[in-house]
């Protein structure tokens, strides 16, 4: 029954009537509790009331129930982008920064007090402590004194700041690349379930201002800004902070790269494309590509500046300058092989049958090179005229003879056997066999096939606790920071302890957030972390009942701080400020700091660019011994590294590899004489991948092309200059790559040892060619070749490297001796009645036709024809360089006089001997006389 009544119990209108009076009372109440009461709208009398209400409050949140978390907006304009750092991974910007929030129980009537807002110094208000995730360096801007004050409690606060801010930045693409980097706000030591973040406006407006405020026109434009709030777990909420992520997206203006630096590569390499038309046999190519070489180098130490450095990716267009280089490396080396074979051809064998069927039939075609016919008329001619001069001569009847051999016939003999020899000469010199064909139309069709293939390659790639409690009088926040104020405020000069023999536990633990930089010659490692200390302040404690709170953040300057530093520290902490740390009710101080560590580090670059370096942080007390201030870790040391590896920033030149961690035992003894310390260590390692493609690789090609310009025979190439322009141009690439190398006094990278190696081979070999052309070039002028010399270098050094002394053509030696020994015999005159009967003007002229042309003779003797101890000092030099047959002095190849004699008798009358010479006939014999007048028949 009582309970139906119940259930069935309704208010009647007056009680009603009540109840909505008590409710309207209670807020108006409540208003007036909130709001300030202005004597008279003035200035002063606003300023006399706000004085009561916030300016005692700045230490803590303007809450009145310290549960209550509060709400700041965020919101920015970026005004100008400065920099950006490839490097570094440092982003340099410029913005105005623009937050919100409301000051709990503050109103004012904006008719009573005069106005609806006021401009407050910053300083008179509680600031939240907003930060940037990214900042790693100090904020110099001018400093800005004021925030508005509304009359609902809300604050404006507008801050200009300079950012300079760790970025990922991917530069794969450069100089067409864009850039993403991010702007992460939050509370640097307030939780969510203090400080809570919002969007202070839509994301596009701040887009849209920026780009219409915007004053920096220079390599950078602001493409797009996003922007994120972040989700956090409930479970979380007692450990995370309140974050808005912002996100910058960059484009890099690609206009300068693209004249500066893409179009005059693609000239160059298309002139070492066109260098292929370049006949090797006319032209001297390997000095023109060589010379190409050089000047492609000297232009990448002019544009050295311009390219941007860093070790996490290789951009793309490294990767086509080395291909380019790559490109003109394989061209010249290609262009020794070509001239190596030309040139020689005539010294080798006949071709391989698989290299005929192979090269001059199928890629011959593919290339659309055909071997060029002989021309049929000279071979036809050729052919009659070496046939009639090999044939055997039928001897006439001697009576014939006798009768035909004239004085008139005589001199015409003769002159005929000097055109033969002369011709000779000529024909051995300037003509090839069909062996030698073969080898020259072999080097055409590979230079052919590898100039299409270079066309190709280029097509595709441009195409890729307490001993007492703090009461607190009610659960609010004034009555907690009386409560504090009483018990801590005034006792920061002393350690938070009641005996002074108890020693204060300090726990460390940090996280590396950043490599910046690694500077091998002054021997620092600049870096961002974030350390984190806790201690407990003895005899505090407080009922987070009776308080309201379990915790409340305090001004760090209010407390007493440990003197903990990095002892590797070596230069000022140039990071924007933090004001707050955390106070628990059991008394634990949670502080965080950032700090940009600019640390002495002794590295070993020894092993440079595959070094890893081992850099240490040493935590201790500055000036407490360890009886006073002891150290231990917060966390494991792997929990460390994971936290590291999680929230890096900078994906630079230097990668995390592992954290290591140690405690110095102290003896019981040294407490009072030593400084307890924790010891971190950060091993790092080198990302190698831009000093292999911009420094070995490189180096490499181009003592590649030293090793094959032994290949160019020094008597058709100037090879000291060529060799001297390697050298120059690797002189060039050394000081291109000068800024890549590292500089130290500890130790000499091996690296350094490698490219001193190289230049002093290259000198080498240089002063090598010299000594060679000196022997080759000047034989003639030396004395016999010492006897030590020849059976040292000719017998066994010969055969060391595979290179036999060329035998003498067998066929021409005795009737070459003839020839030779003919033109300089006497010739045996007739009778002289005959001979006067004979002295005709027609005969006078022949021999001076004949005198002439034995003068003419004897000079292609002379000049092409070396003595036996110039050939041997000849041979000498071969033996000191990778084998070339040449024999002769400026011309590459042995020439050797072939002569057809015949002997006749007194009478003409020739006999019947025959012997082979150079492929002809001959018909030699022993006529009546020995000194009878010589006769040639052909």
């Known amino acids: 029954m009582a309970r139906s009544q119940a259930a069935g119990f309704t208010a ?132 800005t004194y004021y925030v508005y004050i509304e009359n609902t409690g809300e604050v404006i606060d507008d801050l200009p700041i300079h950012v300079i801010s760790s970025c990922n930045l991917d530069i794969y693409t450069f100089p067409f690349d864009i850039q993403n980097c991010s702007f992460t706000f939050n509370s640097y030591q307030h939780t969510i379930m203090d400080v809570q973040l919002s969007i202070g406006r839509p994301v596009e407006k701040s887009l849209e201002i920026s780009l219409g405020v915007m004053t920096t026109k220079g390599e950078w ?58 006949p090797p046999q006319n032209v001297d190519r390997s000095s023109f590509k060589m010379t190409l070489i050089l000047g492609y180098t000297v232009f990448l130490l002019l544009m050295n500046d311009l390219l941007p450095v860093t070790g996490n990716t290789l951009p793309l267009i490294n990767a086509f300058f080395s291909l380019c280089l790559a490109l003109m490396v394989a061209s010249l080396l290609e262009t020794i ?80 056997h000097e055109l033969l020899s002369i011709r000779q000469q000529v024909d051995k010199h300037f003509k090839t066999d069909e062996s030698a064909d073969e080898w020259i139309h072999l080097g055409q069709v590979i230079d052919r096939l590898l100039f299409g293939i270079y ?37 920061t000069e002393v350690r938070p302890v009641i005996y002074p023999k108890t020693p204060t536990n300090i726990s460390v633990s940090f996280t590396l957030y950043g490599i910046l930089d690694v500077d091998e010659k002054a021997q620092l490692f600049d870096s961002y972390i974030w350390t984190y200390l806790m201690w407990n302040i003895e005899g505090l404690s407080w009922d987070p009942v009776e308080c309201g709170t379990d915790r409340i953040s305090l001004p760090r300057k209010q407390l007493w701080r440990p003197d903990v530093v990095i002892n590797e520290f070596m230069d000022e902490n140039k990071v924007p400020d933090t004001y707050y740390l955390y106070v628990k009710h059991t008394g634990q101080v949670m502080d965080d700091l950032p700090i940009h560590v600019i640390s002495s580090c002794n590295m070993d670059i020894y092993t440079f660019p595959f070094d890893i370096q081992n850099c240490s942080f040493t935590f201790n007390s500055y000036k407490l011994f360890a009886v006073d201030v002891q150290l231990s870790f917060i966390e494991p040391v792997e929990k460390t590294l994971k936290n590291s590896l999680d929230v890096m920033q900078t994906k630079g030149e230097w990668e995390l590899v592992t954290i290591l961690a140690e405690k110095p035992t102290i003896l019981p003894e040294d407490l009072n004489n030593n400084f307890d310390a924790l010891i971190y260590y950060i091993v790092l390692r080198r990302r190698p991948t831009m000093y292999v493609v911009n420094l070995l690789i490189p180096s490499c090609f181009l003592i590649t092309v030293d090793l094959f310009s032994f290949l160019l025979p020094p008597q058709n ?222």
Request: aromatic share 8%; proline share 6%.
């Open 12 to 143: 009647s209108p007056l009680q009603l009537q009540l109840i909505i009076c008590c409710l309207i009372m209670l807020s108006l109440l409540i208003k007036s509790a909130e709001t300030i009461n202005c004597s008279e709208p003035t200035t002063d009398a606003l300023l006399t009331a706000l004085k009561k209400n916030i300016f005692d409050k700045t230490e803590i949140r303007p809450v009145i129930n310290l549960k209550t978390p509060t709400n700041i907006s965020v919101s920015f304009t970026l005004y100008g982008i400065f920099d950006v750092d490839e490097k570094a991974q440092i982003l340099n910007a410029f913005l105005w920064l623009n937050l919100g929030w409301n000051i709990e129980g503050l109103s004012w009537d904006p008719v009573e007090c005069g106005t609806n807002r006021i401009s407050l110094p910053r300083k008179q208000l509680w600031r939240p402590d907003v930060v940037i995730n990214e900042f790693i360096d100090e904020n110099k801007v001018p400093d």
């Open 221 to 278: 434009e602001l493409v797009d800004m996003l922007a994120q709030k972040h989700t956090i777990p409930p479970q979380e909420m007692n450990i995370s902070r309140d974050t808005i992520t912002y996100y910058i997206v960059l484009r890099r203006r690609a206009t300068l790269y693209v004249v500066n630096l893409l179009i005059p590569s693609c000239f160059l390499i298309t002139v070492d494309l066109f260098s292929f038309l370049l």
């Open 337 to 416: 092989l070509i001239i190596n074979i030309q040139c020689g051809s005539s010294n080798y064998g006949p071709l391989p049958r698989l290299a005929k069927v192979l090269f001059l039939n199928y890629l011959a075609k593919l290339v659309f090179l055909s071997k060029k016919p002989s021309d049929q008329n000279w071979d036809l001619e050729e052919h009659k005229t070496e046939t009639h001069r090999c044939d055997p001569v039928v001897d006439t009847p001697p009576s014939k003879a006798v009768h035909n051999t004239t004085p008139t016939l005589q001199e015409l003999r003769k002159i005929s």
């Open 455 to 491: 066309i190709i390659f280029l097509s595709v790639t441009l195409l890729m606790k307490l001993a007492g409690t703090i009461n607190c009088s009610e659960p609010t926040t004034d009555a907690l920071l009386t409560a504090l104020k009483d018990n801590i405020f005034g006792k």
């Open 717 to 938: 190439v100037d090879r000291s200059s060529f060799k001297m322009t390697l050298i120059l141009g690797y002189t060039v690439f050394l000081l291109l790559m000068n800024d890549l190398l590292p500089v130290t006094g500890n130790t000499l990278p091996l690296i350094n040892v490698f490219f001193s190696l190289c230049l002093a081979l290259m000198v080498a070999s240089l002063l090598e060619t010299i000594i060679i052309i000196n022997i080759q070039c000047g034989s003639s002028n030396y004395g016999p070749l010492p006897q030590w010399a020849k059976v040292f270098f000719l017998n066994y050094l010969a055969k060391l490297v595979f290179l036999s002394k060329k035998p003498s053509d067998q066929n021409c030696g005795p009737d070459e001796h003839r020839t030779e020994t003919k033109p300089c015999d006497p010739v045996v005159d007739t009778p002289l009645s005959e001979a006067v009967h004979n002295t005709t003007p027609t005969l006078q002229e022949l021999r001076k036709i004949s005198h002439e042309l034995l003068s003419i003779r004897q000079q292609v003797d002379k000049h092409f024809k070396t003595d036996e101890s110039a050939e041997e000092w000849i041979h000498l030099g071969m033996r000191r360089v990778p084998r070339q047959d040449w024999t002769l002095e400026g011309l590459g190849v042995a020439m050797h006089d072939v002569l057809l004699v015949e002997q006749v008798d007194g009478d003409g009358v020739g006999g019947g001997g025959r012997g082979t010479t150079g492929g002809g006939t001959v018909t030699t014999g022993g006529g009546r006389g020995t000194t009878g007048a010589g006769g040639l028949e052909y």
